[in-house]
């Protein structure tokens, strides 16, 4: 899915530096061709939306480094068709095609009336619910007296047009039976500079299309398609765009719009967990190495044959004695065999001998972690404390070095 979209208009470091580079000439065209641009806008309110009004706004946009070419035009006189669709490939695209085929775009997502008029949507409703806003759209296309047709996105989302199709909405072909095809594709001068991501929006589509020196949107305009009879909407939906992906050259995915959201998500997901991950990897204080090494020694007196690096490792991770023996202990940890300190293959002549009544008391069923090791009573004299301290400890070490050397065929 990730070949659909562009995460990063650059696609090399290099376009970047050269980027940097040219910024300051960039951002003086900028400024320049949004005057220039300003004049356009006041050309669509004073005059009527026309053919001769599309291409005057063409020739301004023109002069603004938006060039149009329409390679193929196949558009048939006689099929009036009131719904055009096309790929999605940058924010901006509804617009190249008006300047061709004067059409209403709807706004999807609720606009602000400003944002509307520039960049050339129509409000039919959406903020009333999407069946208000289906309705209007299906009124609008049956009454003859507009003019103008319908642009519609059946992807619903943008993509980067090089690779593949999204699955098809059935909407736009259950509102007529005639549909007028397009394509669009685009490509930039001098730097391959994508012309939309994964998460721009049409302000950043917009300043990236004044900043270089040249954006050129083809058309492809293809013969008009009608509804079979016995033909249902989804596999007209499927017929038309059979027909987009054979003349972009791309192929048919099953993935939606609401795929693409998902996969924004996970991304964004990521990044928090990388970004919170690298804010805790900070180099531990003198007194936490100190407490540590303290502990790596205790767990070293039950598990002698652990390596204290592998030891070390895990109680940087854990703090605590009781889940690091735990660990080991269940196999969770791996340990090298290079690993700089005693074999784990042989029992260290180092270790204490432990009397028979201890080992008497020693249960290997269970893990130490796991195990009660409190008196069954509590001794009165602070010496007869002490011995049982002792002795429950003693029971507790010897209880979790049988079950490492069982777990590692020691015995």
Not at 38 to 52: F, Y
Not at 271 to 278: E, G, I, M, Q
């Amino acid at each position: 899915m990730d070949r659909l979209f562009d995460i990063s208009r650059f696609p090399d470091p290099g376009s970047v530096v050269l980027t940097i580079f040219y910024f300051p000439f960039g951002l003086v065209l900028v400024i320049i061709r949004l005057f220039i641009a300003l004049h356009g806008l006041l050309v669509s309110c004073i005059l009527p939306k026309s053919a001769a009004t599309s291409f005057i706004l063409k020739s301004i946009f023109a002069v603004v480094g938006i060039h149009i070419m329409v390679q193929e035009d196949k558009r048939d006189e006689k099929k009036k068709a009131k719904i055009l669709v096309a790929n999605y490939i940058s924010h901006l695209d509804h617009m190249i095609i008006d300047f061709i085929q004067p059409c209403h775009t709807p706004d999807y997502q609720g606009l602000s009336g400003f944002e509307q008029w520039v960049f050339a949507y129509k409000n039919f409703g959406i903020s009333k619910g999407t069946d208000t806003f289906e309705k209007n759209i299906k009124d609008y296309v049956t009454d003859d007296s507009n003019k103008f047709p319908v642009l519609l996105w059946p992807e619903k989302t943008t993509t980067n047009g090089r690779k593949g199709l999204l699955k098809f909405d059935k909407f736009p072909f259950s509102c007529s039976s005639i549909i007028q095809p397009m394509t669009i594709q685009a490509t930039r001068w001098p730097l391959d500079v994508k012309v939309t991501t994964l998460t721009s929006n049409r302000w950043t589509d917009f300043f990236w299309s004044m900043f270089f020196p040249y954006t050129i949107f083809k058309i492809k305009i293809l013969p008009a398609m009608e509804k079979s009879v016995d033909e249902s909407v989804e596999e007209f939906a499927d017929r038309v765009r059979e027909k987009l992906s054979s003349t972009l050259k791309v192929r048919m995915t099953d993935y939606t719009f609401e795929d693409k959201e998902k996969y924004i998500k996970k991304l964004d997901s990521e990044s928090k967990l990388k970004k919170a991950s690298s804010n805790k990897k900070t180099k531990p204080n003198p007194a936490e190495l100190a407490e540590v090494s303290k502990m790596a020694q205790q767990v070293k007196e039950v598990l002698p044959e652990t390596p204290l690096s592998v030891i070390e490792k895990d109680l940087l991770k854990t703090k605590d004695i009781d889940r690091t023996i735990s660990n080991i202990l269940e196999g969770k940890i791996v340990i090298p065999r290079n690993a700089s300190d005693s074999s784990i293959l042989s029992v260290p002549s180092s270790i204490p001998e432990v009397s028979q009544e201890i080992r008497d008391k020693v249960n290997t069923q269970v893990s130490p972690a796991q195990q009660k090791y409190s008196a069954h009573y509590f001794p009165k004299s602070s010496s007869d404390r002490h011995q049982s301290f002792e002795e429950r400890k003693k029971i507790m070490i010897e209880t979790a070095r049988q079950i490492y050397m069982e777990k590692h065929g020691l015995h």
